[in-house]
């Protein structure tokens, strides 16, 4: 009888632990949360980022002669189209150009003619 009383106390020990235990767990403290009423509003946040910023798309661009940059038509940012004139040379180096290659011209046919006639000539003779 003795061991029997043993084993029913052990028994009631164990399940009071049990119980315990199972009332602790339970009895947790409650998490403490921030709540809010909605309320119709501007919504703004700050955010700090680092990074870099790329364009979506990216053209390379070039004039077809080289020179002096005259006159740039857009800013910085601007946004462009095909075809959209971006910046303009200074003209005055190609006329410059354009007068020395007409001279050229003029001797070479200059030269041409005399030469012409020079055969020309000196055949007749």
Known sequence: ???KKRIIISILIL???WGGAS?????KAVVPVQTETVKRGTLSEIVSVTGEVVPKDYADFAFQSTGTVDEVNVREGDGV??????????????FSQLKEARIALAIVEQSEKQAHLRRNT???S
């Open 81 to 94: 189209t095909a075809g959209q004139r971006i910046a303009s040379l200074d003209r005055s180096v190609l």
């Open 23 to 27: 009332y602790y767990r339970s009895t």
């Open 122 to 124: 000196s055949g007749k």
């Open 15 to 17: 399940l009071a632990l």
């Open 1 to 3: 009888m003795l061991t």
